[in-house]
Structure formats: structure tokens, C-alpha cells
């Protein structure tokens, strides 16, 4: 069964950055943060989101300097 996204509907989401985010970036990005000890390290958002506050969040990580490596649809809520 296929389901439309629209871009007012919550989504989850997984983006990945490089870099070392802790846990006291939780309420400023509004997603859950696991931090994998790669080298480079990787950390991993998981939240539920429409596409506004996506684009929000992408622009935050974007002003804090840490490379995008990859936003994924999870599910829809």
C-alpha cells in the first residue's frame, strides 16, 4: 500500500551528519540524537516532522557547520 507525504502531514525522519552532536542539541533540533563513535564520528536525528520544520532543521545543522550525509523517510505516522 503506497501512502502520499504532504507537506503539512508529520513524518519520521533519519538525517546523518558527520560530526559529534550531544544530547543537549535534542530540544533545539525537536528529534532524538545517537551518536555513533565512527572516525569521523556520526550522528544520527530521528524525529517526526512535516516538511517545514525538515527544512528548519536542515538549515540549523547546515549554520552549525556539520556536512549532511544523508536524509531518509521512515515511516509515516
Known amino acids: 500500500?503506497?501512502?502520499?507525504?504532504?507537506?503539512?502531514e508529520p513524518v519520521v525522519y533519519?538525517?546523518?551528519i558527520?560530526?559529534?552532536l550531544d544530547q543537549r542539541w535534542s530540544e533545539t533540533f525537536g528529534m532524538t540524537i545517537v551518536v555513533e563513535n565512527n572516525d569521523p564520528p556520526?550522528?544520527?536525528l530521528t524525529g517526526?516532522?512535516?516538511?517545514?520544520a525538515l527544512h528548519g532543521v536542515l538549515r540549523k545543522i547546515y549554520s552549525i557547520g556539520?556536512?549532511?550525509i544523508?536524509?531518509?523517510?521512515t515511516?509515516?505516522?
Open 18 to 20: 558527520q560530526g559529534h
Open 66 to 68: 556539520l556536512p549532511l
Open 42 to 44: 556520526v550522528s544520527s
Open 75 to 77: 515511516g509515516l505516522s
Open 48 to 52: 517526526e516532522v512535516d516538511q517545514a
Open 14 to 16: 533519519r538525517i546523518e
Open 70 to 73: 544523508s536524509v531518509k523517510c
Open 1 to 8: 500500500m503506497n501512502q502520499t507525504i504532504t507537506l503539512d
